[in-house]
């Protein structure tokens, strides 16, 4: 199940998250993930000191996720998809969309 968020509603959204994670490409095929904190700037993610690799993936690749698991079995995950540019140690990145996302919950088949 997904429920779309609107970009000018992300700050929102983001509020209820505690930790997050930036997702890029790398040049051997595996998605590289490392924590983030990210803030919302001019309606930019802005994410401060990210090592040299993922610099190095977003410089060859500037698409990127993040995601903001869910506090709770049931809970959302917040995915937002953007794209990145380096400025130095910091990524800037501007979000293209934004999801609640979760499976559907679990059929209960005991009393069938």
Known sequence: MSIPVQLTDLASAMSRYHIGYLLT???????RAVQIRA????????LDSVGR???????ARS?????WPPSTANGYSLIVDG??????ETLR????SAVLHRS?????????
Do not use: F
């Not at 803030?39 to 802005?46: E, N, P, T």
């Not at 990145?93 to 293209?96: A, E, F, L």
């Open 25 to 31: 490409a790398s040049d051997s095929g595996p998605p």
């Open 83 to 88: 794209q990145a540019v380096v400025e130095g």
């Open 63 to 67: 698409a990127v996720s993040l995601l």
């Open 39 to 46: 803030v919302l700037q001019d309606g930019d993610l802005v």
């Open 93 to 96: 990145i501007t979000p293209d």
């Open 104 to 112: 559907n919950p679990p059929q209960d088949h005991s009393n069938g």
């Open 53 to 59: 690799r993922t610099r190095e993936n977003v410089v």
